[in-house]
Every structure is written in C-alpha cells, then in structure tokens.
Nanobody
Framework: QVQLVESGGGDVQAGESLTLSCAVSEVMLDYRAFGWFRQAPEMEREGIEREGIACVTSSDGITYYADSVKGRFTASRDTAKNMVYLRMDNLKPEDTGVYYC???????????????WGRGTRVTVSS
C-alpha cells in the first residue's frame, strides 16, 4: 500500500505560482503513472468527487493535463527521489482547493476508485 504525502500548498494571489510536492513511499517505477487531483471547496464538502488535472508517467515522464490547467501547470517526477511535483503558474481563484497526488492517472471530475489518498495540501488563491 503506497503512501503519498503532499506538501507545498499555501495562500497566494491570483497570477502567482506555487510548486506542490508529493513524496512516494515506494519505488515509483513500480507504478505506471502518478496523477494530481484536486477538490474544490464544494467537492470537499461532498467528499467524493475529485478533479483529475495532471498525470505523469513514471518511466519516461510523459505528461497529460486537463483543459482547466493546460498551459499553466506542469507535472514532473524525480524517480531517484521518489517525488512527484506540480508546478502551478498564473494561479486563478478557481484553482482553490485541496490537492492530492495518487498512484493513478485520471483527467476530469469523477469518483475515482482509489483507496490510498493522502491528506492533501490546501491551495487558496485570492483575487
């Protein structure tokens, strides 16, 4: 059971940048890909759905993005450190939410069948 610990969230102004980190407890090359997901405040209240926003493959670092973040967010990984990152530029108020990483890839809002969510890291973007 892989453990994932997210960090790097904070309070920022619109237009600013943040980089999130995700520490993976196992050898990340044992997993095909890692994804970043988020819960906007309304989703957080419901506690079920998440929006998949970015994926990065473990072996070769190929990335995929949801339209909502394409061109602004950049996912990456460091297999030597077992770390996954999400660089977020030009943040907008609608990016506010709790951000999670997961050992799965998914784009779009859904109820992802996944049991190993970490605690997430909160990002608040003010206008």
């Amino acid at each position: 059971q892989v453990q994932l610990v997210e960090s790097g969230g904070g309070d920022v102004q619109a237009g600013e940048s943040l980089t999130l980190s995700c520490a993976v407890s196992e050898v990340m090359l044992d997993y095909r890909a890692f994804g970043w997901f988020r819960q906007a405040p309304e989703m957080e209240r419901e506690g079920i759905e998440r929006e998949g926003i970015a994926c990065v493959t473990s072996s070769d670092g190929i990335t995929y993005y949801a339209d909502s973040v394409k061109g602004r967010f950049t996912a990456s990984r460091d297999t030597a450190k077992n770390m996954v990152y999400l660089r977020m530029d030009n943040l907008k108020p609608e990016d506010t939410g709790v951000y999670y990483c997961g050992a799965l890839c998914g784009l779009g809002t859904a109820i992802y069948q996944y049991d190993d969510w970490g605690r997430g890291t909160r990002v608040t973007v003010s206008s």
